[in-house]
């Protein structure tokens, strides 16, 4: 069973940054952040694979960047250029060497003057 533990949401100014954390336990292949905005589903953001591999979605293309710390088992999601189009729910999710997948609880992260 994977846990993981999102931190560092909140309200930031439209060109603003902000990171996200999420703490994962166990064995994981590939760690990514997902985002969901209100009335919209849920969309990929970035993921990388457990040899830094990584994909991101068109629309933060330059502007966020995912790193991971195998060692911590850690996953990070910097976000610059910050747009009120970027306000979400936003979750982490890990996928296992076998195929499971896992979804962290959600942090609020709100783009706003």
Known sequence: Q???VESGGGLVQ???SLRLSCAASGSIFILAWYRQAPGKQRELVARITSGSSTRYADF??????ISRD???NTVSLQMMSLKP????VYYCNAATWNGDTYWGQGTQVTVSS
């Open 70 to 72: 195998n060692a911590k």
């Open 85 to 88: 189009e970027d306000t979400a």
């Open 60 to 65: 933060v293309k330059g502007r966020f960047t």
């Open 2 to 4: 994977v846990q993981l």
């Open 14 to 16: 439209p060109g603003g």
